[in-house]
């Protein structure tokens, strides 16, 4: 005779997280108490961490479509956290997962994907809504509205509620841009600086728990925090609290001759993010609203740490 437990376990929706990285063991933190869920994993290592934090997790490669199999029919509701390849126009690894769901005799019901707000390309800091057309800069930033596309197409076709969240920049207390700061990478000047957006890493996991349960077919959500700010004074901040020197500001075109290349890029778009629908249809409601109380936590948490 079943137990309790075993029962309860044979009755839990089953949620598959595809890339399941710091953000994504975030989510399934919060999912676990009523989701059996299953993560993929490339190596015998990751499998093991994965196995760590509670989760089952299967072998599979995006990049190898014949190691897909197993994930045909497997799930209720599917988070797609991977990033797309390292180069080209196209996402071949978003094209492998949909055909390998695609096989089995049930689809997902929901399908979240986890996209960037680089898709708009360079707004020249204008407020920018998920109504704006996507203007991708870069061929990275075109793999993912190739996602996109695919992802959208595949969800009218099939009946699957495909929502798409579009991420700025990814902070918590781990990742600050603390050693940035300390080799002295210069910022743009105030003149020329662009506006960048920031989401918690913790506020991004609710987001994606949220848009599970309450996103609409076919529809996208800025995943942002309330305070788009110039890069430079991002930089400033983080450099106050921890006791740094801030970074040098140099013109634009001396930035571009000294940065590399990726990071120049980011420093050459310019949006401000507007958040109401997330925060509308999702319901969302920010622990960090800006990232004065973000830092303010991780500085707290180092604190603690110091006394122990």
């Given at each position: 005779?079943?137990?309790?437990?075993?029962?309860?376990?044979?009755?839990?929706?089953?949620?598959?997280?595809?890339?399941?990285?710091?953000?994504?063991?975030?989510?399934?933190?919060?999912?676990?108490?009523?989701?059996?869920?299953?993560?993929?994993?490339?190596?015998?290592?990751?499998?093991?961490?994965?196995?760590?934090?509670?989760?089952?997790?299967?072998?599979?490669?995006?990049?190898?479509?014949?190691?897909?199999?197993?994930?045909?029919?497997?799930?209720?509701?599917?988070?797609?956290?991977?990033?797309?390849?390292?180069?080209?126009?196209?996402?071949?690894r978003t094209a492998h997962l949909i055909?390998?769901?695609?096989?089995?005799?049930?689809?997902?019901?929901?399908?979240?994907y986890i996209s960037t707000s680089g898709?708009?390309?360079?707004?020249?800091?204008?407020?920018?809504?998920?109504?704006?057309?996507?203007?991708?800069?870069?061929?990275?930033?075109?793999?993912?509205?190739?996602?996109?596309?695919?992802?959208?197409?595949?969800?009218?076709?099939?009946?699957?509620?495909?929502?798409?969240?579009?991420?700025?920049?990814?902070?918590?207390?781990?990742?600050?841009?603390?050693?940035?700061i300390e080799r002295g990478t210069p910022?743009?000047?105030?003149?020329?600086?662009?506006?960048?957006?920031?989401?918690?890493?913790?506020?991004?996991?609710?987001?994606?728990?949220?848009?599970?349960?309450?996103?609409?077919?076919?529809?996208?959500?800025?995943?942002?925090?309330?305070?788009?700010?110039?890069?430079?004074?991002?930089?400033?901040?983080?450099?106050?609290?921890?006791?740094?020197?801030?970074?040098?500001?140099?013109?634009?075109?001396?930035?571009?001759?000294?940065?590399?290349?990726?990071?120049?890029?980011?420093?050459?778009?310019?949006?401000?993010?507007?958040?109401?629908?997330?925060?509308?249809?999702?319901?969302?409601?920010?622990?960090?609203?800006?990232?004065?109380?973000?830092?303010?936590?991780?500085?707290?948490?180092?604190?603690?740490?110091?006394?122990?």
């Open positions: 005779m079943r137990s309790d437990y075993a029962r309860i376990r044979h009755y839990m929706k089953r949620l598959l997280i595809i890339g399941c990285g710091d953000v994504g063991l975030r989510v399934a933190m919060l999912l676990r108490p009523r989701h059996r869920i299953y993560a993929l994993a490339r190596d015998a290592e990751r499998c093991a961490a994965l196995r760590d934090h509670g989760l089952t997790p299967l072998t599979g490669d995006l990049d190898r479509p014949a190691t897909l199999a197993g994930l045909a029919g497997l799930a209720h509701d599917v988070i797609h956290l991977a990033p797309p390849p390292a180069a080209g126009t196209t996402d071949t055909a390998a769901l695609g096989r089995g005799r049930s689809l997902p019901q929901h399908f979240v898709v708009y390309g360079d707004c020249s800091g204008d407020l920018t809504h998920e109504t704006r057309p996507l203007r991708p800069r870069t061929d990275r930033a075109r793999r993912r509205a190739d996602a996109e596309q695919r992802l959208r197409e595949w969800g009218v076709r099939s009946g699957v509620c495909v929502s798409i969240l579009r991420v700025p920049g990814i902070y918590a207390a781990d990742r600050l841009p603390v050693a940035r910022a743009l000047l105030p003149q020329d600086d662009s506006y960048v957006n920031h989401v918690h890493a913790d506020d991004l996991a609710c987001m994606v728990v949220a848009a599970l349960h309450r996103g609409q077919a076919n529809r996208s959500y800025n995943a942002s925090d309330d305070a788009p700010q110039k890069m430079g004074d991002y930089f400033d901040l983080v450099a106050d609290r921890f006791s740094l020197p801030r970074p040098p500001r140099v013109p634009r075109a001396e930035a571009r001759a000294v940065l590399p290349e990726m990071l120049y890029s980011f420093m050459s778009e310019s949006r401000r993010l507007t958040n109401s629908r997330v925060k509308q249809e999702l319901r969302v409601r920010l622990r960090y609203p800006t990232v004065h109380e973000g830092i303010a936590a991780a500085l707290a948490r180092q604190e603690q740490r110091h006394v122990r």
